[in-house]
């Protein structure tokens, strides 16, 4: 163990005692024929190779300590939510990919900068160490509430067609007729921060504040991060949501007023 | 001096089949003047349905355009156009609620915001087939189909349109409502015979020669010469 270090190091010896903890319970669903075996193989194969790439990029963008990696990093994580929240989706558009991806981007970065620069107050702002792990949680949580709402602004619209071409027969504006469908998707996009903000610290510890309290901060430290940390995500993740609802809304509904449900298509 | 235009018109509209190279319909030209009571007939699938849904401008035209008193609707005019010219559903879906506020709901919308809901006016209609205040404050899921469809029209008729673009309003009715429905829309353009037009899509021979003086044929999308 080092000393100057306020946690305990990790060999590879250790971490290897962790798998047989796994390896027995591949052994347990083997003898039970409880058909766990193959996957729970993967889901192991899968984090070590995963978590272990991602140390070495992580080390080498440490090491350089220059912005340049960091924001390519940062750039890279964001394409891979965008990814990621479009295939989460049942009903797709042309131009998703876009529209998700620039709303990951915008909300991810905004929010991120501001708690670099101006509460957290990091110098020089893109230290990696701070900006990396930051950008990642905000991300992670943005890409769920964009996902969740984007699948339930289509799907309100889907089942609920007669019901806003009601409103623009009547004389509705394409706003008017689409609002119950974005009020529902923007709600729907917020409610895992919002269900999380309430029970945090609660029912489980959050990873973040974990880590600390595992890295010796003190524990007022540690909440006081896990605060700020939860306001940062709740503010990203309603304006990524937010903001791509409004995007795909604009795709959607043209500027005669019309619904453009043919430009929807199923992906199941 | 010039001829007076008419009140909605048609010109040269033409909407392409979206996976090939045909038109759903093409070349429909039409005049809605002010008083018209017109029937627009012809086979399942010639397109009857798509041309009332552009003409109420729900539908995006790849030619042509739709006129309103000769001139071009442009885009921010589109809702106003379209609480002039209504155009009622197959099946007009109501919102949850009441019966109330159902027809409540065109006063809800920025269109006309000015405008209070003619209540006394709701009950008058009501009047005249039988129904009396109670069935406005029942609700929408307690209605049979029929019911709902009067309804969709009553909410339609109240707010006060200039045109009414009727697609196959009684189709799915059973013959009491579908009779309440013919008289229902009759006496509203009686009200004003001069200024109230309807554009009515039927497939029922004796219903057109009811409510309707000039018929519209279509066939495969093309209009033939009306009769």
């Given at each position: 163990m080092s000393q100057a270090a306020s946690y305990l190091e990790l060999s590879y010896w250790q971490v290897g005692l962790a798998t047989l903890l796994i390896l027995f319970n591949g052994a347990l669903s083997l003898a039970l024929r409880l058909g766990l075996g193959k996957r729970l193989l993967v889901a192991t194969v899968r984090t070590t190779v995963q978590l272990l790439l991602v140390g070495l990029v992580l080390q080498q963008v440490f090491a350089l300590r220059h912005w340049a990696p960091v924001l390519a990093l940062a750039f890279v994580m964001v394409l891979i939510a965008g990814i990621a929240a479009v295939r989460r989706t049942t009903h797709r558009y042309s131009g998703i990919w876009m529209d998700t991806t620039l709303s990951i981007l915008v909300s991810s970065w905004v929010i991120a900068g501001l708690a670099l620069g101006a509460i957290l107050r990091v110098e020089p702002w893109y230290l990696p160490q701070y900006a990396i792990p930051l950008l990642g949680m905000i991300l992670g949580n943005t890409l769920t509430g964009i996902s969740l709402g984007l699948d339930r602004f289509t799907e309100t619209l889907t089942q609920g067609r007669d019901r806003v071409e009601l409103l623009l027969t009547l004389g509705g504006t394409r706003w008017e007729a689409a609002l119950p469908a974005i009020r529902q998707a923007a709600s729907t996009g917020m409610i895992p921060i919002l269900n999380s903000m309430t029970v945090v610290g609660i029912v489980s510890l959050p990873g973040m504040m974990t880590g600390q309290l595992l890295a010796g901060v003190s524990p007022v430290q540690a909440v006081k991060y896990q605060i700020v940390i939860m306001f940062l995500i709740a503010s990203a993740t309603a304006l990524g949501t937010v903001g791509a609802i409004l995007l795909s809304y604009r795709r959607l509904f043209s500027?005669?007023?019309?619904?453009?449900?043919?430009?929807l298509r199923d992906t199941l | 001096m010039t001829p007076r235009a008419s009140l909605l018109s048609a010109r040269d509209l033409g909407r392409r089949h979206p996976s090939d190279d045909g038109w759903l319909f093409q070349d429909i030209d039409l005049d809605l003047e002010s008083g018209d009571r017109l029937a627009l007939v012809g086979p399942t699938g010639s397109g009857k349905s798509l041309i009332l849904r552009a003409l109420a401008l729900l539908d995006p035209v790849d030619r042509g355009e739709v006129l309103w008193e000769g001139l071009r609707v442009s885009d921010s005019e589109v809702p106003t156009y379209r609480s002039k010219a209504i155009y009622l559903q197959q099946r007009s879906p109501l919102v949850p609620g009441t019966v109330e506020e159902n027809l409540r709901l065109p006063f809800e919308l920025r269109s006309r915001s000015h405008q209070p809901f003619p209540r006394d006016e709701a009950l008058h209609l009501l009047e005249q087939f039988g129904a009396g205040e109670d069935f406005l404050a029942?609700?929408?899921?307690?209605?049979?189909g029929g019911e709902r469809q009067i309804v969709g029209l009553l909410r339609a008729l109240l707010a006060n349109p200039t045109v009414l673009l009727l697609d196959?309003?009684?189709?799915?009715?059973d013959r009491d409502s579908a009779a309440i429905v013919e008289q229902l829309v009759l006496a509203w353009q009686a009200d004003s015979p001069d200024d109230r037009t309807y554009l009515w899509v039927s497939h029922d021979p004796e219903q057109v020669v009811r409510v309707t003086d000039r018929i519209l044929k279509l066939d495969r999308g093309r209009l033939e010469v009306s009769s």
């Open positions: 500027r005669r007023h019309q619904f453009r449900f043919d430009a | 029942k609700r929408g899921v307690n209605l049979s196959e309003p009684t189709a799915s009715l």
